[in-house]
């Protein structure tokens, strides 16, 4: 994945750290988020459409991001007494008729509350091909870079909260926003155990002299935009604009994931997964649209199974604690959480004790955003080595998405050079899944 994500500079990706002592009021008072207009430029991107469409189920997106491709097998879709069917036990889950991983215990206790696609494919079996296409509907090109479906959302969804980005990225670096420009690229946080450092006033650099080097940023880019450079200056200072901004906000404290009671620290799980995916209920609580979080270690071609189970000890207490937090205050019905990587594993184990590349059929959980829960959508076969029913590409999921979002997924965007680019490629809303 990380050799289609886009530069730094690009994504704007700046980490950030508390400003104590920061005075906000005489921040907006000398005009720091008005410079190069980009007062008219963020006027613009809110009146760009209404705040909430009239038909959105869903005010934002939890992307759960498995790297490697875990087994289906293994994970959300168990074949127990095949030949396939790995070591581990199946377990009842609180949906009636629905068994997971004995070692997703959590998530099984909150299955009443979300969803299952065991029917999942495509014919990409590469990392990097499979990858690019589950994060843009589309496979690549060299001639293109297609945006991320998260820049997609945020492209078309006007902000929830103009203090903090509407894309955010933990963990890990997720794709970009490709043609459509950097202003709606995510917003990289690599350490959710130090989400705010960078944003503090360096040492030796008090208030005044910032706003004295805004000032001076302010007319070094006007000089610069009037040299027929206008587009990329505006680009360049709307994501610039945002970290001012989030400096003198007090929506920053979303990142913060130690004013947590200890029982919801705890209960995520106290590791980098686990406080990544709290802070990413905190991110959508205060207004952030979408929200993608990594864990990586799922591609096990050897000795997969130990690997399968310590994978499993991470992501289950903090998946099934997310979801059952959403339930309780209230914001799972408005908030979908897509679990899933790139393709699964192969049924066959190998020499290795492993499972090898399989894009043919794997699995997801999706929970929330107004569709059905204690569900399955689609099966795989006996063994688990192709599709049975309703099969589901990766489009399918982006137009399930949208739609639930108010998003109209046929609408099309415009290259630079003026090629019509549709929002999903290929695809359509999974009926049975909406409710």
Known sequence: MSKQAPTGRERGCIDCDGVSGFNRRNFLKAGAFGFMGLGLLDLMRVSALADEADNAKCDAVILVWLAGGPSHIDTFDPKPGQTTGGPYKPLNTSADGIQISEHLPTIARNMKHAALIRSLTSKEGSHERATYEMHTGYKPLGSIKHPSVGSMVVQQKSRRNEEIPSFISIGNRAFGAGFLGSQFAPFYIGDPNNPLRNIALSQGVDESRFLRRVNLLEYV???????????????????????????ASKSRDAFDTSREKEIYQVGYGKNNFGRSLLMARRLVEAGVRFVEVTLGGWDNHNEAFEAIQRNSATLDPALGTLIEDLQARGLLKRTMVICTGEFGRTPKINAQNGRDHFPRVWSGLIAGGGLKAGYVHGSSDATGSAVKDDPVRPGDIHATMMEQLGINYTHENFTPDGRPIKLVNEGAPIKGLIA
């Open 221 to 247: 880019d006007s000089n610069f935009a009037g040299q027929k450079r206008a587009e990329a200056v505006a680009e360049y200072g709307s994501y610039y604009s945002d970290a001012v901004r989030m400096m």
